[in-house]
């Protein structure tokens, strides 16, 4: 059986150090932040970019984009999203 969305991204919050939420809710800035650095897309932690920014970043860095622009990433990770940045985070282990 294929994962859910919800397990997808609770696959991903733990491999980056977060903890899995019980309800169904998207990345936190600080999540998308943990996820930035665990691809290895530098951010300034002190300041933190705009999740379309951090959301175009992390799917850049895994070859999911061309470029980091954030018009390419104005809304939340689709499912196919979810599932390359799970894959790219278990190649990492």
Do not use: H
């Amino acid at each position: 059986m294929s994962p859910t969305v919800d397990d997808l991204r609770n696959e991903i919050r733990t491999a980056v150090g977060r903890y899995e939420r019980v309800e169904s809710t998207g990345f936190t800035k600080e999540a998308l932040a943990a996820i930035c650095e665990a691809v290895g897309y530098d951010i300034d932690a002190n300041r933190l970019p705009s999740k379309s920014q951090m959301r175009a970043g992390i799917l850049w860095r895994i070859g999911e984009l061309d470029d980091d622009d954030p018009e390419d990433a104005p809304r939340s990770f689709r499912k196919a999203d979810l599932e390359a940045i799970a894959e790219a985070l278990r190649d990492q282990e």
